[in-house]
């Protein structure tokens, strides 16, 4: 039980490290998201300049999403579904954790553009 706790301490302890990160400029970075070539990503932001920053789990996550987008990036039929409009999703998107019945949101990005988020 002692050593639970104490993996448990150590996996606060490292969060707490890597919220205390430092910008050159002296500023601490925090959790945010960006624009990366049309895809938006994990990164951490410095508060005090805006710089924006990568750690090893953000960019193998921007390389894996790169590589799905890559593949799948194709233009897409509407269909009629009942009295509903859809579009099918690639199944190579699974691996982002898109699944039958998920709930998504759907919101207006634009005049010619829309949001989905799950």
Same mark, same amino acid.
């Given at each position: 039980?002692?050593?639970?706790?104490?993996?448990?301490?150590?996996?606060?302890?490292? @969060?707490?490290?890597?919220?205390?990160?430092?910008?050159?400029?002296?500023?601490?970075?925090?959790? +945010?998201?960006?624009?990366?070539?049309?895809?938006?990503?994990?990164?951490?932001?410095?508060?005090?300049?805006?710089?924006?920053?990568?750690?090893? +789990?953000?960019?193998?996550?921007?390389?894996?999403?790169?590589?799905? /987008?890559?593949?799948?990036?194709?233009?897409? @039929?509407?269909? +009629?579904?009942?009295?509903?409009? /859809?579009?099918?999703?690639?199944?190579?998107?699974?691996?982002?954790?898109?699944?039958?019945?998920?709930?998504?949101?759907?919101?207006?990005?634009?005049?010619? /553009?829309?949001?989905?988020?799950?």
């Amino acid at each position: 039980m002692n050593q639970d706790k104490n993996l448990d301490l150590l996996g606060k302890n490292v @969060k707490r490290f890597v919220k205390k990160m430092k910008c050159e400029c002296g500023g601490t970075f925090v959790d +945010s998201k960006t624009d990366f070539k049309g895809l938006s990503v994990d990164c951490m932001v410095c508060r005090y300049c805006g710089r924006v920053s990568f750690d090893t +789990s953000h960019i193998k996550k921007i390389i894996d999403l790169t590589s799905l /987008a890559k593949k799948t990036m194709k233009k897409r @039929k509407l269909i +009629s579904v009942g009295d509903s409009i /859809a579009v099918t999703i690639p199944k190579k998107f699974e691996t982002l954790g898109i699944k039958i019945g998920n709930e998504v949101s759907i919101e207006l990005a634009g005049s010619n /553009a829309i949001k989905i988020e799950f």
